[in-house]
Nanobody, 122 residues
Framework: QVQLVESGGGLVQAGGSLRLSCAAS????????MGWFRQAPGKEREFVAT????????YYAESVKGRFTISRDNAKNTVYLQMNLLKAEDTAVYSC???????????????WGQGTQVTVSS
């Protein structure tokens, strides 16, 4: 079965950094665009970042542009989210997702991971 497993979440002070990883299995990773979404308690899930299947194009939510970087290593079947200059408003469960061929900024992805908690304290 297809599995997407996030790791790297945790507690960090405002202004700090974290790198999230998402390891994929059960699919041809290089044929899938990947995305990161987040959801805070009581709020709707929101788009964070996405990357094409080849890694040649990326797109970010305005709220994280300049602070977060999405990347992928197709040889390792892994997508990353480097988060710098973290703010309290970044606190959420972060999930990765896979979509065949075409990236998207809405949650129209084929597969989802279980999520990893990121908590930013002040």
């Amino acid at each position: 079965q297809v599995q997407l497993v996030e790791s790297g979440g945790g507690l960090v002070q405002a202004g700090g950094s974290l790198r999230l990883s998402c390891a994929a299995s059960g699919l041809t990773f290089s044929r899938y665009a990947m995305g990161w979404f987040r959801q805070a308690p009581g709020k709707e899930r929101e788009f964070v970042a996405t990357i094409t299947s080849t890694g040649d194009n990326t797109y970010y939510a305005e709220s994280v542009k300049g602070r977060f970087t999405i990347s992928r290593d197709n040889a390792k079947n892994t997508v990353y989210l480097q988060m710098n200059l973290l703010k309290a408003e970044d606190t959420a469960v972060y999930s990765c997702a896979a979509r065949r061929f075409v990236m998207a900024t809405t949650p129209v992805y084929d597969y989802w991971g279980q999520g990893t908690q990121v908590t930013v304290s002040s």
